[in-house]
């Protein structure tokens, strides 16, 4: 009973936090299915039907199958070139000592410091000067870039942590560097993989302010952050509709989530017990 008690300021602030969760939760999951009438008459009500007539609307109108479409294939590229690009950054940072690996992972940490949209302007001349402007492969380069910093902090830890004994065994056994990394680091860095490709996958999908400016509102190209917000003035700020729409691009970052939370909850847990 007292222990029960000195627990109950904490479940009263663990249920606090999740009604805060679902009530906002369930008023967007209902909205989709409701029209501005019902959302504003009433809001917090079961919807009179669960028909799919917003979802039809908000997919035929913004074009999010080919705004999807795009944004998966810009994403997916952005991840395996910023993993391409980190792993090996970061595993010859993790096993260097000296002084300028010490400086090479704080130039890496400075990259924390500078505003997204500090570098606007610079990156817009540099895909003029390439020819990339308007395009979807220019934020395919780009995207790693800005990933760069947090992803090889990260993927440093988790190599610090790997005995420096199996490297020497394998290197013993005429393991080359790249033997070394595919075969040892990278198995035993999978939870921080995991962080770090699920880390940037909810950036690199939720990336408005460049794509609008690179890649543009053409609709062949254009992510599905910025065909979304086009629902407003197509459908007159049809918010069931503009909700539905939502809901749809919602869909790959669950499915997403779902497939990676348990790496990333083992890192975290591993942190921990380390700490």
């Given amino acids: 009973m007292k222990l029960g008690k000195r627990w109950l300021p904490a479940h009263i602030l663990v249920w606090t936090y999740a009604v805060l969760l679902i009530v906002p939760l369930y008023y967007f999951l209902a909205s989709a299915f409701k029209s501005n009438e019902e959302i504003f008459a009433h809001p917090f009500a079961l919807p009179e039907s669960f028909g799919f007539g917003n979802?039809?609307?908000?997919?035929?109108?913004?074009?999010?199958?080919?705004?999807?479409v795009n944004s998966a294939l810009v994403t997916v590229l952005a991840l395996a070139?910023?993993?391409?690009?980190?792993?090996?950054?970061a595993f010859a940072l993790a096993r260097s000592t000296g002084r300028l690996a010490s400086?090479?992972?704080?130039?890496?940490?400075?990259?924390?410091?500078?505003?997204?949209?500090?570098?606007?302007?610079?990156?817009?001349?540099?895909?003029?000067?390439?020819g990339l402007f308007h395009t979807r492969l220019f934020m395919v380069f780009f995207l790693p870039a800005t990933a760069m910093p947090l992803s090889v902090v990260i993927l440093v830890q988790f190599m610090r942590t790997i005995p420096r004994e199996m490297e020497e065994a394998a290197r013993m056994d005429g393991a080359s560097t790249y033997t070394v990394l595919r075969h040892i680091y990278i198995p035993m860095c999978l939870?921080?993989?995991?962080?770090?490709?699920?880390?940037n996958f909810l950036t690199f999908w939720n990336e408005y302010l460049y794509s609008l400016i690179i890649i543009?509102?053409?609709?062949?190209?254009r992510t599905v952050q910025v065909a979304l917000p086009t629902l407003k003035a197509i459908?007159?700020?049809?918010?069931?509709?503009?909700?539905?729409g939502t809901v749809l691009t919602l869909i790959p970052v669950w499915v997403v989530y779902t497939v990676l939370q348990k790496r990333m909850q083992q890192a975290l847990v591993n942190g921990a017990v380390k700490a």
């Fill in 103 to 130: 400086a090479m992972e704080k130039v890496f940490s400075l990259g924390f410091l500078i505003p997204t949209f500090a570098a606007l302007f610079p990156t817009f001349l540099l895909a003029a000067a390439t």
């Fill in 216 to 221: 543009g509102p053409d609709p062949e190209q």
């Fill in 81 to 89: 070139l910023t993993l391409l690009l980190a792993l090996p950054a």
């Fill in 55 to 68: 979802f039809r609307t908000a997919y035929d109108s913004a074009g999010l199958g080919t705004a999807v």
């Fill in 235 to 244: 459908t007159g700020t049809d918010y069931g509709v503009l909700t539905a």
């Fill in 191 to 199: 939870p921080g993989i995991a962080t770090v490709l699920l880390l």
